[in-house]
């Protein structure tokens, strides 16, 4: 130093106060040396304490790192179906990536400013390592969270797909049972329309054949509620699937429909059935009357009075038996309202009766007058009846009536 040099020359050239120069020197140069040590052990201070404001300030926006991505590992947002799920996953796999690099920009600067605080012995070291364990604390308990959430993330993955293969095997099933269905709905709302008794028992048959194999359908209908449940059991919303729990009620519904309906027609057939005998009793025996009394027309003998009072009698029974017919007609109009176009127990019809009961009224009638001529030509000609037989044959056989009177 100036002041130094100064006073070794002035001691060196024995000035008379050497020795209260050199007292005052070694004075000087005691506390320059205090001084600076005191400087030195200023800038260790000061150093010291820019190193732990460093660690103190880095910790702090860590730990606010932190705190602003704690926010995301707490979310209970797992995604509502399968494409919402995956996407979180794939943001929550950035997340980690994240934390990956933080872990060396971040955690690591903090590990090392501690590590050299507390190498060189800081006095606030007990500061630092309670400040440090308390980051890493928060650190830790992030990276736990982000790996729970994480796993949770893929947990509710693996149950979409497996709902996903559920929702699928369901629709699926559930297609070929609505397809099953729609083809029983269809032949249940079939018009029945029979027309004998063997028809509508066909029918029946045929249903009651139905009810018996529907233990099959009841099985697939069972799976399928057995699916929807164990879809449901993932509380993860409604199964889009599910109009098929309203189909078996409503099969059963128009299973009693038809059973009732199919009742109804086999009482009507059998009504009708009963009808057609009642019909086929009454023109059964009525033709039977008609082709007996046509024969035993063709057979009348004896004189020409006895002949005619026989026609006589034949026309009183012929117009006697218009009621049976009239029996007949009621029956077949009956038939005809009831839309019984068909009867296996007889071959007549009202028209058809009708026509003959007509063209017997009229035989008779022409027989009763031919009868009445043939007696007048015979009481007027004098000829015998005999005579009068065989000309009449003559006549007949050559296409002419006799002539009379």
């Not at 052990?41 to 732990?52: E, I, S, Y």
């Not at 980051?135 to 790996?147: F, P, Q």
């Not at 709902?163 to 369901?170: K, R, S």
């Not at 009348?300 to 002949?307: F, I, N, P």
């Amino acid at each position: 130093m100036e002041i130094e040099n100064e006073g070794e020359s002035l001691i060196v050239a024995e000035n008379m106060y050497s020795e209260d120069i050199a007292d005052r020197c070694r004075v000087l140069k005691m506390k320059l040396e205090t001084l600076g040590t005191l400087a030195e052990q200023r800038r260790v201070k000061l150093t010291d304490n820019w190193a732990f404001l460093q660690f103190m300030w880095k910790s702090d926006v860590v730990e606010s790192w932190i705190a602003d991505k704690e926010v995301q590992t707490r979310s209970e947002d797992h995604g509502k179906d399968l494409s919402a799920n995956l996407t979180l996953l794939s943001k929550q796999e950035t997340f980690d990536a994240g934390l990956a690099a933080f872990n060396k920009e971040g955690i690591q600067a903090i590990t090392t400013l501690k590590d050299q605080l507390i190498a060189a012995e800081h006095e606030q070291s007990d500061v630092i390592i309670k400040r440090y364990e308390h980051v890493i604390a928060r650190w830790e308990k992030l990276l736990e969270d982000s790996k729970t959430r994480h796993s949770k993330l893929m947990t509710v993955q693996g149950q979409y797909r497996q709902i996903e293969d559920l929702y699928l095997t369901f629709a699926k099933r559930a297609s070929a049972f609505n397809s099953w269905y729609e083809n029983a709905e269809e032949d249940l709302s079939d018009p029945i329309q029979c027309n004998s008794v063997d028809e509508i028992k066909a029918l029946l048959e045929a249903q009651e054949q139905f009810k018996a194999n529907l233990s099959t359908a009841e099985a697939d209908f069972a799976q399928l509620a057995a699916l929807d449940k164990k879809i449901k059991s993932f509380q993860i919303g409604p199964n889009p699937y599910t109009w098929y729990t309203e189909t078996w009620a409503e099969l059963d519904k128009i299973i009693g429909i038809r059973d009732s309906n199919l009742q109804v027609e086999l009482e009507k057939q059998i009504k009708n059935d009963d009808l057609r005998k009642r019909f086929a009793d009454v023109a059964n025996s009525f033709h039977g009357w008609l082709y007996t009394t046509r024969v035993e027309m063709m057979e009348v003998s004896g004189s020409l009075e006895e002949q005619l009072e026989a026609t006589k009698d034949k026309a009183i029974e012929v117009r006697a038996q218009k009621g049976k017919l009239k029996s007949v007609e009621e029956l077949g109009a009956e038939m005809e309202e009831k839309l019984i176009l068909e009867n296996r127990y007889t071959e007549y019809s009202t028209v058809g009766l009708a026509q003959q009961w007509d063209q017997l009224d009229h035989q008779v009638m022409r027989m009763q007058h031919n009868i009445e001529q043939q007696i007048q030509a015979k009481n007027q000609s004098g000829v015998s009846e005999d005579a009068l037989r065989e000309f009449s044959m003559m006549f007949k056989a050559l296409g002419y009536d006799l002539p009379m009177g």
